[in-house]
């Protein structure tokens, strides 16, 4: 009966936050639009166009500020819910990823590289997870990586592990730290940090344990949780489950990312 009550609590909260979220920004956003079609009205006018500048910015920050609500609403409903881990194939879950992304990139104009290798013999790595938790993670973590300059962004993947690296400007002390005990400095609550504190919950969620090392050039490695099942003839899951909501979530990180570059 608690588990039931406590199902309902993360549904309703949930439902709430998108549901109150998703009208503010919609209300918003179908302002800008009409605002923006009447400064076509007079092209000429040298202050319509500056207005439409404006309105153009503000629909960037609007965008963002969707993003930010996405993972406010998720980090604060992880915890009340258990997750459903299921036995999946993650090394081409997360080749189907990259694969998307470094296509995505190239359709939007980049040129960084994402690339996955992977140990001898782990071609195929069996493990305990929800593919949905593992694009929020590669999702943030790409999007950091692109803000930070990177152009070669890696995933190695182990038999036990998962490691992450970007030729960027390298991970901050306080980043790191909040990666790795949940401790939050006062200049990563000024600027919110709600991508990196998204990447330790999804990793907590699948039990995960994330050490992460500060200075130039950001690494990070992931502790899997082994494959509890026995596999024999069953079939493991890849992305392609969520495929669809998997890639939306990538390609707007990917695009949050580049827009804070330019």
Known sequence: MQSQDKQDTFLALR?????RMSLSFDLLENTLEVLQNRTTDEPGSQSLQEMGELLDAAR?????LRRLSRHTVHAACLGL????LYPMELAGTLREMCDFCSRDLQELGSDIEIKLTCEPGVQILPTMGDARLVARITGNLLSNAIEAGAKQIRLHLFADKLVYSDDGCGMPQD???LLNNGVSAARLEQCGATGLWEVRRCAEAMGWRIRASAGQNTRLECILLP???EIGSLMLESDALYAGRSRELLHGELVHGLRAVQ
């Open 227 to 229: 494959c509890t099942v």
């Open 60 to 64: 960037q920050e609007l965008q963002d």
């Open 175 to 177: 980043a790191a730290e």
């Open 81 to 84: 819910t258990e997750p459903e």
């Open 15 to 19: 439902g709430g936050l998108q549901g």
